[in-house]
Nanobody
Framework: QVQLVESGGGLVQPGGSLRLSCTASGFTFSSSAMSWYRQAPGKERELVAVIISTGGISKYADSVKGRFTISRDNAKNTVFLQMNSLKPEDTAVYYC????????WGQGTQVTVSS
């Protein structure tokens, strides 16, 4: 069956860094666009970053541009989100999503930015 498993979340101080990973199985990862979303308490889920199947093109939300980097390793069926210069407003549950004709979601990983 399809599985997307996120990892790498945690508690970090403002200005710190985290690297999220999402490992996929059960579908053709290398043909799927991959994206990261986040949802803060009381807010709607929002798109953070997306990368096409080959990894050649990526796009970011304005709020994370220049601080976050999305990348993928198709040989390992894994997509990453490198998050630098973290701010308290980055606190949220982060989800990865795979899209190719249909969408698959991971279960999410909590990121908390606090001193």
């Amino acid at each position: 069956q399809v599985q997307l498993v996120e990892s790498g979340g945690g508690l970090v101080q403002p200005g710190g860094s985290l690297r999220l990973s999402c490992t996929a199985s059960g579908f053709t990862f290398s043909s799927s666009a991959m994206s990261w979303y986040r949802q803060a308490p009381g807010k709607e889920r929002e798109l953070v970053a997306v990368i096409i199947s080959t990894g050649g093109i990526s796009k970011y939300a304005d709020s994370v541009k220049g601080r976050f980097t999305i990348s993928r390793d198709n040989a390992k069926n894994t997509v990453f989100l490198q998050m630098n210069s973290l701010k308290p407003e980055d606190t949220a549950v982060y989800y990865c999503k795979a899209t190719r004709f249909v969408a698959y979601w991971g279960q999410g990983t909590q990121v908390t930015v606090s001193s």
